[in-house]
């Protein structure tokens, strides 16, 4: 009798710890990030709300995986999710942001995700042309308060957000730009699309612009130089020195 109590408190401790192997994956915690995002965004409603998940654009042999897009009468929102834990710093015009791990001792390089999400939002708006289109960083851990960026918001302002501001849309543009994202709805996988990023992280060492294909050319500002597109202002990229 006792080994037939055992052998269930063994399983029971295996699957808890690949569970706990399995949360810990980068991949594993930016769904679960995900998951909370789209149960806080809510699904399609006709004509009052229309939502994208998981939308990869395919434009000009470059692809860009897009976590949520959202299309109410406030505007087109382009969500990029980040479930990061710890304390988070950067500022708008940083390459890379900072997180702080184990009171200090951990301290981790990551990619600003404003630059990021610009990418979504710059081939979004290649599809819906003039509509309205917001950026919008949504940190799952509501870890935000080291950051004071438009744009970049804690999970628990998210819903706010997406219903602040003036109704600038009708339900005949939601419909539309609804309509041409999905007609543009890439079906390459997601390996294909790990594959087109590498080959834009190689573009970019050598010179090319990952947003538009332009060149790359090394430019004056006001804090030094720094790598800008040469189809500037059409594209705003910039690369620093």
């Known amino acids: 009798m006792p080994f037939l109590i055992i052998i269930p408190v063994i399983l029971f401790i295996i699957l808890f710890i ?31 709300q229309y939502v994208i998940n998981d939308l990869i654009l395919v434009n000009e042999e470059k692809s860009s995986q897009i ?20 304390e988070i710093y950067g500022s708008e015009s940083q390459r890379e942001w900072t997180q702080v791990l184990a009171y200090g001792k951990v301290k981790n390089k990551l990619y600003n995700p404003l ?18 289109v917001y950026s919008l960083v949504v940190f799952v851990q509501n870890n935000t308060h080291n950051i004071d960026i438009k744009g970049v918001i804690p999970l628990s302002a998210l819903r706010t957000a997406l219903q602040s501001g003036e109704i600038i849309l009708t339900v005949e543009q939601m419909q539309t730009a609804y309509n041409l994202l999905l007609s543009n709805q890439s079906d390459i996988s997601t390996k294909e699309h790990v594959q087109n990023i590498r080959k834009q992280q190689q573009n970019l060492e050598l010179g090319i612009c990952p947003r538009c294909g332009g060149n790359l050319v090394l430019r004056n500002g006001k804090y030094g130089e720094f790598w800008g597109c040469s189809n500037y202002p059409k594209c705003k990229f910039i690369k620093k020195d």
């Open 18 to 48: 690949i569970l706990i192997v399995y949360l810990k994956h980068p991949s594993a915690r930016g769904k679960y990030g995900e998951n909370k995002v789209r149960r806080v965004i809510g699904e399609t409603v006709e004509n009052e």
């Open 67 to 86: 976590d949520h897009i959202v299309i109410n009468p406030h505007g087109i929102f382009v969500l990029e999710t980040k479930n990061y834990s710890g």
């Open 115 to 132: 630059k990021q999400n610009a990418t979504h939002v710059y081939n979004v708006k290649k599809i819906v042309g003039r509509l309205p």
